[in-house]
């Protein structure tokens, strides 16, 4: 790890320790915003004394991001467009990283000291769209060029559709629980069971099931929401140490020749299409043709960079042969590939077997540039399991009693919770971003509506404002943080 700083000048070196200094602290910070959500049920109903709950949540949030891989991280990372993630290591792009930590840091603190559950997805999905289109408006670009849009409709229906998804089946399932199980103590508060009982815990059951659940919940978690930090780690590193990190420097001569192999198939599979694609790819370009000087994703350069990528790979069999410029090279034409074999698969014009053959080229492709080293792994996965150990007072008590006009009962802490882990596990699936705090506060709300306990509406109207004005609030924020450092900095 430490050898990363090894010949940095001292500027460059201090800015790479202060933006992995904010990149650990959003997550800790995510850490006990967030997270509070995977065990307010489990202390509310008692089913956990909290400084296990919180430990025990913390340990599985670790577990989560360790064993989660990176496929939402660079979910995330997709968010900018492409031709901006060819330039990470000039300054304007560095600013944006700081720029964006900053404000979704601001805005995660400042929605945790109102006990507000906000949602650090959506702050942070926000604050990255802020900067991308500020910086198309400042560099003259069409805004349609600033954002991978395509993306952030994808990201943007998960973190919609989650919470109506959590809302309706945490509600059914409380139904089915309440036809089920008539009569039941799972029915009670725990106050109801203090005082009719004289029992301070949930029945053995029921408790197991809120313990399971919520440990369930804080790995799922930690998979999904401890991957953001993962891709934004995996930014700062190749835009301030490229040389280093522009391809994972531990790949295997097998990985290696993988992507050398995924080149050759991809370029195979181009011809065998040529019929439905020729023309959008320029497929009849004379060989030889090189890519453009000033390279930039271009689908009518794919003849070109398939073969300059062959050309820089052929006999390699691992990049630390290579010198820092050509891998430099390399992972643009990668990226630019990766990204043109996105936009054939979004024509419409492949049938189904090949789209699917695309898919797994498309894996093979970018099995060395979307990576991370497992020390950035552990050291995210740390702060956000320490930062669940800390802070979450606040939010447990907003969920646990104010979401509802009554206490939560035994079976609605269960429903909200299973309902949370199956929503969140099926995103993590399609390597899609939601938001914990959504999903699991609609389905407590979901549960108090099905119970006919009615919802608190000053609660539920600040949950709601939160959900609506995160977007737009960490768009500005980060728009003006890096339209004022562009400005001062002369980037």
């Keep these: 790890m430490f050898d990363l700083f090894s010949g940095l000048p001292l500027a460059v070196g201090l800015s790479l320790v202060l933006a992995l200094f904010l990149v650990l602290a959003f997550e800790f910070i995510n850490g006990f915003h967030d997270t509070a959500n995977a065990v307010a049920t489990v202390i509310y109903t008692k089913a956990m004394p909290p400084h296990l709950a919180v ?64 949602s650090s997805s959506h702050t942070l999905i926000g604050a990255i769209l802020g900067v991308g289109l500020a910086n198309a408006l ?35 399932l409380l139904l089915g629980f309440k036809k089920l199980f008539v009569g039941s103590k799972m029915h009670k508060t725990p106050e109801e069971r203090r005082a009719i009982d004289n029992k301070k815990h949930p029945p053995f059951w029921n408790r197991l099931v809120l313990v399971l659940s919520a440990m369930c919940m804080s790995f799922v978690h930690g998979s999904n929401d401890g991957q953001k930090g993962i891709g934004l780690i995996m930014l700062v590193l190749i835009g301030i140490v490229p040389a280093k990190f522009v391809l994972d420097p531990a790949s295997t001569p097998y990985q290696v020749q993988r992507t050398y192999d995924a ?126 150990m800390v802070g979450w007072r606040r939010v ?41 705090t959504q999903v699991l506060s609609s389905g407590v709300a979901g549960t108090m509506v099905a119970n006919g306990s009615g919802l608190h509406r000053r609660t539920v109207r600040n949950i709601l404002l939160a959900w609506v004005l995160t977007l737009p609030a960490s768009m500005l924020l980060s728009a003006g943080l890096f339209g004022l450092a562009v400005w001062v900095m002369g980037v």
């Design 55 to 118: 430990l025990f949540s913390g340990i599985c949030n670790f577990l989560g991001v360790l064993l989660g891989g990176v496929g939402v991280a660079y979910a995330i990372v997709h968010l900018l467009p492409v031709e901006l993630l060819l330039n990470l290591s000039d300054g304007r792009s560095l600013v944006m990283v700081f720029s964006m930590l900053t404000a979704a840091i601001v805005w995660n603190l400042g929605t945790w000291y109102l006990g507000i559950p906000a």
């Design 396 to 436: 447990v008590l907003t969920v646990g009693e104010k979401i509802g006009k009554q206490g939560m009962t035994y079976a609605q802490g269960m429903s909200a919770q299973i309902t949370a882990v199956g929503a969140i596990g099926v995103a993590n699936l399609f390597s899609l971003p939601v938001s914990t």
């Design 263 to 388: 080149v050759v198939h991809l370029g195979d599979f181009y011809q065998r299409n040529e019929a439905a694609l020729g023309d959008f790819l320029a497929l009849r370009r004379e060989p030889g043709d090189e890519p453009p000087a000033a390279f930039r994703c271009d689908p009518q350069d794919t003849v070109p960079t398939l073969q300059a990528v062959r050309r820089e790979l052929d006999g390699v069999r691992t990049y630390d042969a290579l010198p820092p410029e050509a891998r430099g090279r390399v992972r643009s034409y990668l990226l630019c590939l990766d990204d043109t074999a996105r936009k054939v698969a979004g024509l419409g014009k492949l049938p189904a077997g090949e789209q699917t053959d695309l898919r797994r080229l498309r894996a093979d492709l970018t099995v060395t540039t979307e990576y991370a080293p497992l020390w950035v792994i552990v050291a995210v996965a740390l702060a956000l399991g320490i930062g669940t």
């Design 138 to 172: 400042l560099t003259d670009l069409p805004v349609g060029a600033g954002v991978n849009w395509g993306k952030a409709l994808d990201i943007g229906l998960s973190l919609i559709i989650s919470p109506l998804a959590g809302f309706i089946l945490a509600a059914l």
